[in-house]
């Protein structure tokens, strides 16, 4: 019989205080840029890899991105209309859609 091995979750209160290590760290590492489309500030933080998934806060699951939960990049990486991918130590967005692209690009 296989069993499988469930990762815990973060409790609320672990992850408050990874969220308090965590985003001065990657603010600081992107310049307090947008780390997607390079262009805008940096107004909040998206794990890629989602807490309903298993994901973590953690350094290397966050990026700084502009907009909250359902603007900007945070919006668009939520709704997955932008994917991203890690290759080593970069990120690699990916819009899916063409109001992506030119949002990336700097238009509106």
């Known amino acids: 019989m296989k069993t499988f091995f469930k990762e815990p979750r973060q409790t609320k209160k672990a992850r408050k205080a990874a969220v308090a290590v965590v985003r001065p760290q990657i603010f600081e590492e992107s310049g307090g840029y947008c780390i997607c489309c390079g262009l805008r500030f940096a107004q909040s933080m998206h794990e ?27 919006g668009m990486l939520q709704r997955n209309e932008i994917t991203a991918t890690r290759r080593g ?10 109001w992506a692209k030119r949002w990336m690009e700097g238009g509106r």
């Open 48 to 74: 890629v890899k989602p807490k309903s998934k298993g994901g973590w806060v953690s350094v290397e699951n966050s990026i700084p991105v502009c907009g909250s939960g359902t603007t900007g990049c945070h």
């Open 89 to 98: 130590t970069r990120w690699i967005f990916r819009p899916r859609y063409p």
